[in-house]
């Protein structure tokens, strides 16, 4: 598997980050995502490439019935980046595919690629990192798909531990 | 020749030949119909190199109940999973060759078909993988890998057996996983009351259903809504979902559970979500069965979760205030657990010891 690597360059710096992001996964526990499947290049990022992406703002309606302030990295970012069928690509049996967001505890639910790309969708689905300017709290965080105006958030995974893309069969 | 005469003489070919069959059960084969309610779904754990067949099923119940498969020649698989006990053995840590309990509970075998997660920890991913792990454990089965070919290549059936399933001689450990998954496969439980409930042919009683009403609400102290909401992790048709939870039981787990298998801080106590099918044949409770009683576990969901950094979150407002059941709605909860128990399912004879004749 492609360990991915946007913020680590060969400089002198790069083992303090690297010991740096390492600690804070130990410390708090805090996983990596991984992405595979029908991809080209499978990947696994680390809290630190995560954080380096470019994030997006949305809003949505949790269990709580109030509005929050969600940000993260639209899941279309993260799929383009490794190599799934994004944009032009989604036609034809490339519809049949669909992702499957696995949970730590071992819950999963599934989106349509459609769903997920911009080109079709008008709404933007994201790995949150975080709710109203603060780190999703544990239980919830580190990552969490967030569907905003979906009515219920059961498709709003808590905990992301995998992202994997799928053909129907 | 007349159609009927045709037909008769049929008939008397057939008496004929069903009058030199063995004495013994001929040993069925073909592909084996899997009968499931369609509520169950068809998401099965079959792996392509293992389908379903009726010889295999055969072999495989052969080899459940061969206590030949074990260093001391005493235990079987149903040794710790018997089937009047829904496939559990009433201890609360299982007992083995070397006489030394084992580290966790023996889990129900039921439905494991819909199972992809094996253990308590979740840590085998299919059931062939599985049977090597009790059968190769010191405090278990006892046997070193390569050692059940031997142990049973011997003995009469097995090699005929293992060549009308496998399409040769060779007795490996591998085959042996896959016959005994094959049958493990079978084990299918859809006949409690609850599931005639489901299908609109049971009436639930005034307790019963107010029982089933506390299973499937999620409480809500500001409106007065009381429940319990055991329905968000053991609901459903099957009564299991696959997830790892913690629920509670410590407040600093002893034994890490599934953080064991991935490593992951957040893993910490969790543990696998059992089936709630035939609960009331499975005790003790929990991973390390410390409850003998199903009025113990509810009364620990009731009032005695314990707070910790990986407790599940359906659980957390259980801790904070609990759910201060009330005697008459323990009763109730425990009417409804009651329908769980499928009596069909543990007196299936297709599922019994088949090297005792009745």
């Not at chain 1, 109203?132 to 569907?147: A, H, M």
């Not at chain 2, 957390?316 to 609990?322: K, L, S, T």
Request: glycine share 8%; hydrophobic share 40%; net charge neutral.
């Amino acid at each position: 598997m492609t360990r991915f690597n946007l913020l680590f360059r060969p400089a002198p710096w790069a083992l303090f980050v690297l010991i740096g992001a390492f600690c804070l996964a130990a410390g708090t526990g805090f996983g990596q995502i991984t992405i595979s499947g029908e991809v080209t290049k499978p990947l696994t990022l680390q809290a630190a490439d995560l954080k380096a992406l470019p994030h997006t703002e949305v809003t949505g309606k949790d269990r709580d019935g109030k509005e929050h302030k969600y940000a993260g990295v639209p899941l279309a970012d993260l799929l383009k980046l490794a190599g799934a069928t994004m944009g032009g690509e989604l036609r034809g049996e490339n519809l049949m595919k669909y992702v499957v967001v696995k949970a730590i505890d071992g819950y999963e639910t599934l989106y349509a690629l459609p769903e997920l790309d911009a080109d079709f969708a008008t709404r933007t689905i994201i790995l949150a990192d975080s709710v109203d300017g603060s780190p999703l709290p544990s239980g919830v965080g580190p990552y969490r798909i967030v569907v905003p105006g979906e009515k219920k958030p059961a498709r709003w995974v808590r905990e992301v531990k995998s992202i994997e893309v799928r053909f129907a069969k | 020749m007349t159609v009927s005469r045709f037909v008769l003489f049929g008939f008397v070919a057939l008496a004929v030949l069903a009058a030199f069959q063995p004495a013994d059960d001929p040993v069925p084969t073909g592909p084996y119909e899997l009968k499931y309610p369609a509520s169950f779904g068809g998401r099965f754990s079959i792996p392509a190199d293992n389908p379903m067949t009726q010889e295999g099923v055969y072999l495989g119940r052969l080899l459940f109940y061969e206590p030949r498969l074990s260093a001391t020649g005493t235990v079987s698989c149903a040794s710790c999973h018997q089937q009047s006990r829904a496939f559990t053995d009433g201890l609360a840590k299982s007992v083995g060759v070397s006489g030394k309990p084992t580290r966790r509970n023996s889990m129900s075998l039921v439905n494991l078909l819909w199972v992809r997660q094996l253990f308590w920890d979740g840590r085998s991913n299919s059931l062939e993988e599985q049977t090597l792990v009790p059968l190769q454990h010191t405090d278990e089965m006892g046997l070193k890998p390569g050692e059940a070919a031997l142990k049973i290549q011997k003995t009469a059936p097995y090699a005929a057996l293992f060549r009308r399933v496998f399409g040769s001689d060779s007795i490996t450990d591998g085959r042996i996983a896959k016959a005994i998954a094959q049958f493990e496969r079978t084990l299918i439980s859809a006949d409690s009351p609850y599931d005639r409930f489901l299908a609109g042919k049971y009436a639930l009683t005034a307790a019963e259903e107010r029982g089933f009403r506390l299973f499937s609400t999620a409480p809500n102290p500001e409106r007065g809504i009381r429940g319990g909401n055991c329905v968000h992790c053991h609901g459903g048709p099957k009564l299991m979902q696959e997830l790892f939870h913690n629920n509670g039981l410590d407040s600093n787990a002893t034994d890490p559970g599934r953080q064991e298998v991935t490593g992951l801080e957040l893993d910490h106590g969790r543990f696998r979500v059992p089936t709630l099918r035939n609960i009331t044949l499975t005790a003790p409770y929990m991973h390390d069965g410390r409850f003998t009683t199903l009025a113990a576990v509810l009364d620990h969901y009731s009032d005695h979760v314990q707070a910790s950094p990986t407790l599940s979150r359906e659980l957390v407002a259980a801790q904070a205030g609990g759910l201060g059941l009330t005697p008459s709605e323990r009763n109730d909860l425990l009417a409804f657990l009651h329908l769980l128990t499928d009596t069909v399912f543990v007196n299936n004879p297709q599922f019994s010891n088949p090297h005792v004749r009745h």
